[in-house]
Structures are given as structure tokens and as C-alpha cells.
């Protein structure tokens, strides 16, 4: 299950970054990533290409499916389902294992990729570095700036507040070497 979620997570990452970019004619204009499928759907004509691409996923899913692989009975690896077209595979000196280890490693980066968008969605600013009109939603964006890098300290609207903060980060933590920003 890690490689299958780590090529849709591949797919994702491209699809949430070229989205914000390019738009295809004739379909939405919808920069935001999490708004783009209920725009889709809107639509007549983008509702038949997702149609389309459903039940491809369906061909290739009920064609590849996995029947005894709940028993340990399967005549293949486990996401090798025989696609390439390019017979890169049976060129000389092609380090097959090397390959799929490095689909491996980028999977669980994309893993991780998609779930910092998920996050930085949710809480505006909580994913240092990541910013762009596919990383903060737009009526965050439009109220103020996102965090900065490693966060920064609102200040305090009430005095009297009840959690207010008495304490910084180099108060707690004197032993490191502060840098004056």
C-alpha cells in the first residue's frame, strides 16, 4: 500500500502545484487546489473528463486487482503491474531495484508534501517556507499575511487575557545561540 499511495501522493503534488498555475481551457478557472473538484463538478462539460478518468481507474484497478494477495498468493510484486512501454527495464545495465527504491523514497516525500499542503490549508502558516496561491486559501490571504519563517508572535489583543504569553522561546530555551532578525 506505501508505493500505491506514494504514486497517487506523486500525482497530487503535480496536480495541486500545476493547477494553481495553468488552467485548461475550457474547464473552471479555479486556482485553489481545494475548491478546483467542486468547480469541476459544477460543470457539465469537466463532470464527463472526470467521468472518464473514473472509469479508467476502474478498468486498470479491476484489471491489476490483487485477489490473493490477503493470503499471501499473488503472482506478481506488489506494485509491479507489468506498464512499461519503453522496456527500460530490460536495457543493459539498468539497475531495476535502484529505480524502485528511488520511487520509494520520492513517494514518501510526496507523502509528506501533501499532507504540508493539508495542513497549511487548515492552519494558514503552519508549514514554514511553503507559501503561493496553492498553499494559504485565499480568504486567509486576502485578511493578512501568513506566518512567517518558523512562525512569529501576534501580538496580544487584550491585556488581560487569560493566556497570554509570559514566556518567549529564548526565555525557555537560553542555552541556544539567538541570532538578532
Known amino acids: 500500500s506505501e508505493i500505491k499511495h506514494g504514486r497517487v501522493c506523486m500525482l497530487a503534488f503535480v496536480g495541486i502545484v500545476v493547477q494553481s498555475i495553468v488552467q485548461i481551457p475550457g474547464y473552471p478557472a479555479e ?3 481545494t475548491k478546483a473538484l467542486a468547480a469541476c463538478y459544477a460543470s457539465k462539460v469537466p463532470t464527463l473528463g472526470i467521468v472518464q478518468i ?3 481507474f476502474m478498468l486498470v484497478e479491476g484489471r491489476f486487482f490483487p485477489e490473493n494477495a490477503w493470503i499471501g498468493q499473488m503472482d506478481r510484486e506488489p506494485g509491479d503491474l507489468g506498464f512499461d512501454p ?3 527495464s530490460k536495457k ?3 539497475d531495476l531495484k535502484k529505480k524502485q527504491l528511488s520511487e520509494l523514497k520520492n513517494g514518501r516525500l510526496a507523502m509528506i508534501a501533501c499532507a504540508a499542503f ?3 490549508h487548515v492552519i494558514p502558516g503552519a508549514v ?3 507559501s503561493g496561491s496553492y498553499a494559504v486559501a485565499p ?3 486576502s485578511q493578512g499575511k501568513a506566518s512567517t519563517f ?3 508572535t501576534a501580538a496580544v489583543a487584550e491585556a488581560s487575557s487569560k493566556t497570554a504569553a509570559r514566556y518567549s522561546t529564548q526565555v525557555i530555551l537560553p542555552s541556544l545561540q539567538w541570532l538578532k532578525s
Do not use: Q
Open 139 to 141: 480568504e486567509v490571504s
Open 118 to 120: 493539508g495542513a497549511n
Open 92 to 94: 543493459p545495465g539498468f
Open 128 to 130: 514554514p517556507l511553503l
Open 150 to 152: 518558523c512562525g512569529s
Open 86 to 88: 519503453l522496456k527500460l
Open 54 to 56: 473514473s472509469v479508467f
Open 31 to 33: 486556482p485553489d487546489w
